[in-house]
């Protein structure tokens, strides 16, 4: 019992290191190569991530990606923080993976080291993550995009997956979300064409929810951050995990699991101070509990 405590003791030392660690990482920025990290809006309660590999419009290397990763992994740690955006340049969101990495990969290599499986981060954060997309959104740029719970997009933007020009297909995703997202016909066409989509046919087609002139787009994207931020951090969850669920389960089975996460936000003090706050007509102070 002795030995389970000290080594319960030693793991939550590790986790608070780490987790200064963390705060240290985005305060400053600095042993980022790739990305840049911190915090906005009035509350400092949304994580921003902006991919800075300029001169190869954020193609998607392997260290950028693991980058990506820690970020989220920080912000997640945050208390803080209740949405995070993640952002390109104006000229580029991310032109895909990056293909000078992959050019000689061999099958033995990918398949061995299961290549790309570190992606999945982005979608298995539980805060929820805005992608802000200005300029290209392309092969693992769009899904990297897709992998995000709301997709804004710059009235510049161009979505595509052009891998068949390569000699390959989507790997990250793309030809599952994409599908869901936009329906088979489009899919289908962006996919084995490799021809991109604007803004505002992504916007027609369900992909995006909705464009802004280029030099707003951060700044609404961050409003939006703000706007989620402010709700119950663990009622907020419990919707994301709601929506995502309509993408795994059967009607009957993602209504079930809807009505037991609603049943649950009863036993949380934030779904009663909600209630009572709106009875008393004043505004809600949730505590995240
Ligand atoms: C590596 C890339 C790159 C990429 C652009 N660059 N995209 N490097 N990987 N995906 C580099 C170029 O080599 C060039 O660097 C610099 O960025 C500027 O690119 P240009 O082509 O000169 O710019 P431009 O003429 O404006 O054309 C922009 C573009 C084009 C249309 C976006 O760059 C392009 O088609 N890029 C590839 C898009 C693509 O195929 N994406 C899918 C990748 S496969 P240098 O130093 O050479 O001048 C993929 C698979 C995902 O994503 C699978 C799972 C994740």
Same mark, same amino acid.
């Given at each position: 019992m002795a030995m389970f405590f000290r080594s319960a003791s030693l !793991?939550?030392?590790q986790a608070t290191a780490l987790s200064l660690a963390g705060a240290r990482r985005y305060s400053t920025g600095a042993p980022y190569q790739y990305i840049l990290v911190e915090k906005k809006g009035e509350k400092q309660d !949304?994580? %921003? $991530?902006?991919?800075?590999?300029?001169?190869?419009?954020?193609?998607?290397? #392997?260290g950028l990606m693991k980058e990506v990763s820690q970020a989220l992994d920080a912000f997640e740690e945050d208390s803080q923080v209740g949405a995070i955006v993640i952002t390109g340049s104006e000229k580029a969101f991310a032109a895909g993976a990056d293909i000078k990495e992959m050019q000689n990969r061999t099958f033995q290599e990918c398949y061995s080291g299961n290549f790309l499986s570190h992606?999945?981060?982005?979608s298995t954060v539980k805060k929820p993550v805005i992608a802000a997309v200005n300029g290209f959104a392309l092969g693992g740029g769009c899904e990297l995009a897709m992998m995000c719970d709301i997709i804004y997009a710059g009235e510049k933007a161009q979505f595509g997956q052009p891998e068949i020009l390569l000699g390959t297909i989507p790997g990250a995703g793309g030809t599952q979300?994409?599908?869901r997202a936009v329906g088979k016909s489009l899919a289908m066409e962006m996919v084995l064409t490799g021809d991109r989509v604007s803004a505002q046919e992504a916007k027609q087609s369900g992909?995006?929810?909705?464009? %802004?002139?280029? #030099?707003?787009?951060v700044p609404e994207a961050i409003k939006c951050g703000e706007? $989620?931020?402010a709700h119950s951090k663990i009622i907020v969850a419990m919707g994301k995990e709601a929506v995502n669920a309509a993408f795994e389960l059967t009607l009957t089975e993602g209504n079930r699991l809807e009505k037991r996460l609603f049943h649950s936000t009863f036993a949380t003090d934030d779904r009663k101070e909600g209630m009572t706050a709106f009875v008393e007509k004043r505004k809600a102070s949730f505590q995240d509990k």
């Open positions: !793991v939550v030392r !949304v994580g %921003f $991530i902006q991919l800075n590999r300029p001169k190869a419009l954020n193609a998607l290397c #392997d992606w999945n981060k982005v979300r994409l599908t992909l995006v929810s909705k464009v %802004f002139p280029i #030099d707003q787009l706007k $989620i931020a």
